[in-house]
């Protein structure tokens, strides 16, 4: 069965203190891993997407990496507007556009 | 506007009302989505429409009713729904169904059942 465990399930940080967000999977013929960012009382809001082990995308203060395993969002030099849940989502092979979608990892940046 | 949109954004109904619940997507896809969030639980895909026609229906009750006119506009009919049908209720779009497109979601429809 397809599934997507995401770690740890709340992180406090203080401002600037760098981490790792940790997203594993199991599916059969991964077809694309995707990183969304919700708010509060808002719908998630597309960072990136990884399609092949190896790969690796920034944006700002964010690195996202891929491994045939699992996938790990880090984070450099946190600031308080980085506060929010992460999603990891999983895309599987077929001819369906479904997201398995994990729980998510709550952040919280402290200035 | 821009993006996709969702309405209203907070829907409060007892459990013998009839309520729509409206997506209009402003990117130009071909496939929209509708999601379940409940607290402490992941997304759960309810339905998939890709060129109008529906391609999923992830075994959601007869209660929900979905309907997509057009590329542009999803619609999500509830009757008769229960108090566990409280949640946030995602709408999203993507360029093409079956591809390896990255989804777009709306800010939600907060659903309280009384």
């Known amino acids: 069965e397809d599934q997507v465990t995401q770690s740890p399930e709340a992180l406090r940080l203080q401002e600037g203190e760098s981490s790792s967000l940790n997203c594993s999977y199991t599916v059969s013929g991964l077809r694309g891993l995707f990183w969304y960012r919700q708010d509060p009382g808002k719908g998630p809001e597309f960072l990136f997407t990884l399609y092949s082990a190896g790969e690796e995308k920034e944006k700002e203060r964010l690195k996202a990496t891929l491994t045939k395993k699992e996938s790990f969002l880090h984070i450099t030099a946190p600031k308080p507007e980085d506060s929010a849940t992460y999603l990891c989502a999983v895309q599987a092979g077929g001819a369906t556009n479904k997201l398995i979608f994990g729980t998510g990892t709550l952040l919280a940046v402290q200035p | 506007e821009t993006g996709v949109t969702q309405t209203p954004r907070h829907l409060v109904m007892g459990m013998t009302n009839k309520k729509s619940l409206k997506c209009e997507q402003h990117l130009g896809h071909n496939a929209m989505y509708w999601y379940k969030q409940s607290a402490k639980k992941p997304l759960e895909l309810m339905f998939v429409?890709?060129?109008?026609?529906?391609?999923e229906n992830n075994s959601v009750p007869s209660r929900f009713s979905p309907e997509c006119p057009n590329s542009s506009h999803l619609f999500l009919h509830l009757h008769t729904l229960q108090p566990e049908d409280s949640a946030l209720y995602l709408c999203a779009s993507s360029p093409r169904g079956g591809g390896r497109d990255e989804q777009f979601f709306g800010p939600g429809t907060r659903l309280t059942v009384l």
């Open positions: 429409y890709n060129f109008k026609e529906q391609t």
